[in-house]
């Protein structure tokens, strides 16, 4: 079992920064990978950014390419993600994400979502 802890989430003005956190506790070496998704009202829950615990190989959807960055610290077992250049249309629920495989097995754990507002 994984446990997710997230943090920093909150209103911001359009073109402001907020900086996520998700602290990670449990079973936490079987990791392959880790990463953000948001869910906006009405609409699906999609990743926005991930990175691999291997190599830390980064991914993020197009839409927030350029403006945000997802990164870790092993030795606080805690993700990030730096977000600039803050738009509207980013408000969402965020949700920390770690992914893990075992066996052959997929497992998935969420953390409790933390609020982003971004008024215009």
């Known amino acids: 079992q994984v446990r997710l802890v997230e943090s920093g989430g909150g209103l911001v003005q359009a073109g402001g920064s907020l900086r996520l956190s998700c602290v990670a506790s449990g079973s936490i070496f079987n990791l392959k990978d880790q990463g953000w998704y948001r869910q906006a009202p009405g609409k699906q829950r999609e990743l926005v950014a991930s990175?691999?615990?291997?190599?830390?190989?980064?991914n993020y959807v197009d839409s927030v390419k350029g403006r945000f960055t997802i990164s870790r610290d092993n030795a606080k077992n805690t993700l990030y993600l730096q977000m600039n250049s803050l738009k509207p249309e980013d408000t969402a629920v965020y949700h920390c994400?770690?992914?893990?495989?075992?066996?052959?097995?997929?497992?998935?754990?969420w953390g409790q979502g933390t609020q982003v507002t971004v008024s215009s």
């Open positions: 994400n770690a992914h893990s495989r075992i066996l052959g097995i997929d497992y998935n754990y």
């Open positions: 990175i691999t615990t291997s190599s830390g190989t980064t």
